[in-house]
């Protein structure tokens, strides 16, 4: 119950805080349109459908026989013999508690595996859209540049008329401004390819401005992921106790009715009985299947500690990752808010006449650069708040 319980709290976590973020709304739509999570959900009906057959009366469906038997091309003397059986297998002890055991394994599994393959794909969705929102700041970037470089040669031609600046200037300017339209042009393709690459996974288009909150970190122990590897531990044991109880086939307890005669001048005479079959253990196959349910568990076992690694160093590698995004995001502000000063001054000297273009020019595809880099960064910790957020086992 308790297993169940943070199950439901990590399928459901966050939800109530995330209404409103478009991003939870597109993953929701991306696991809708997930074929791997499709294919874990139907699976609920064939545990369903186990666990029905573990709560059955018998292990198996009830089986009917006829015989008759005639000397008709033998001897022909009227021998007759018709017989009609009605069998029904029989539970071997502790075999319908076992299969209930693991048919409840297995349900438990496969919920911690869809909420496992829903982390799998909010972290999809959330590359997919930080991709774009690294694409849309690169370009916004180059709108902003390409914007300047349009006043600054607006400028430039101007003074070029009233011959305060030579030609080869305004032709520098020109460059300049041709050149950052065509780095427009290319930020405008990577937002575009980003943008398809996020339909594709969601079927919606992925907007400006949708982020994340810092979530707490649940325990360890709750990771969707360690989750499921945790209770294929549980599968396994129970497949291991299936292997012991199962050791022969099923008992069978059969009902029959005779009819026979002996000669054409003899009556008919009828007969009711009772058979009990009871198969016999076969220790190759059985050790075989202990074998291989072992072998499971070992399996199972590795795979849990494997997840309990992975899932710390992820924790650890996005706790690093934000603290320096942070830092990263500080340090592009600072440096950005100095060049732009130092940009703003050299246009002011250039006007003044106490600047020349190509300087002017310099100072500004360095604040240029800067511009990017800030919006890189923002963008880079918001990201880096995301990815956390998956680390520690949260949905969007």
């Known amino acids: 119950m308790l297993i169940r ?14 209404q409103a973020n478009p991003l939870r709304d597109a993953f929701e739509a991306a696991a809708g349109l997930s074929p791997e999570l499709r294919t874990l959900e139907v699976q609920r009906g064939a545990i369903d459908a186990r666990l029905r057959g573990a709560n059955a009366l018998t292990p198996g469906a009830p089986s009917v026989g006829l015989g008759y038997t005639t000397d008709r091309f033998t001897q022909n003397r009227g021998f007759r013999e018709a017989e009609v059986e009605v069998g029904v297998p029989v539970w071997l002890p502790g075999q319908s508690r076992a299969q209930r055991g693991l ?21 999809e969705v959330r590359d ?30 101007r003074q070029a ?23 427009l042009r290319e930020a405008e393709a990577a937002v575009r390819e980003a943008q398809l690459a996020f339909r594709a996974l969601t079927g919606r288009n992925a907007a400006p401005g949708w982020q994340e909150v810092l979530r707490d970190g649940t325990a360890p122990a709750e990771h ?21 109880v199962e050791d022969r086939e099923s008992p069978e307890i059969a009902a029959f009715m005779r009819q026979e005669r002996d000669d054409r001048d003899s009556g008919w005479d009828t007969r009711f009985g009772v058979r009990v079959r009871i198969p016999l253990a076969h220790p190759p196959r059985n050790a075989e299947r202990r074998a291989t349910a072992q072998g499971e568990l070992t399996t199972a076992t590795a795979e849990a500690g ?4 992975l899932v710390a160093a992820e924790r650890d590698r996005a706790r690093a990752a934000l603290a320096d995004a942070r830092a990263a995001s500080r340090l592009a502000d600072q440096r950005h808010a100095a060049l732009a000063e130092a940009a703003s001054l050299g246009e002011r000297a250039f006007r003044e006449g106490q600047a020349t273009l190509a300087e002017t020019l310099r100072v500004r ?32």
């Not at 319980?5 to 995330?18: F, K, R």
């Not at 008329?161 to 300049?176: H, N």
């Not at 650069?369 to 998956?390: E, F, G, K, P």
């Open 161 to 183: 008329r009233a011959g305060q600046v030579s030609r080869a200037e305004e032709l520098l300017a020109t460059a300049d401004a041709r050149e950052s339209e065509g780095a």
């Open 224 to 244: 969707p992921r360690i989750v499921a590897a945790r209770l294929g531990l549980d599968v396994a044991r129970a497949g291991i106790r299936i292997a012991e």
């Open 103 to 123: 048919a409840d394994a297995e349900g438990t599994r496969l919920a911690a595996q869809i909420a496992a393959r829903r982390l799998l794909i909010a972290g």
């Open 128 to 157: 997919a859209y930080w991709a774009w929102a690294v694409a849309d700041a690169a370009l916004a970037a180059a709108r902003a540049r390409a914007s300047s470089t349009a006043a600054l040669t607006r400028d430039v031609a």
């Open 365 to 396: 595809t360095i604040v240029t650069a800067a511009d990017a880099d800030r919006r890189r960064a923002q963008v880079a910790l918001r990201q880096a708040i995301s990815r956390y957020n998956q680390a520690i086992g949260v949905e969007p």
């Open 5 to 18: 319980l943070v199950l439901t709290v990590i399928l459901t976590g966050g939800a109530v805080a995330a």
């Open 306 to 309: 494997s997840a309990e690694r």
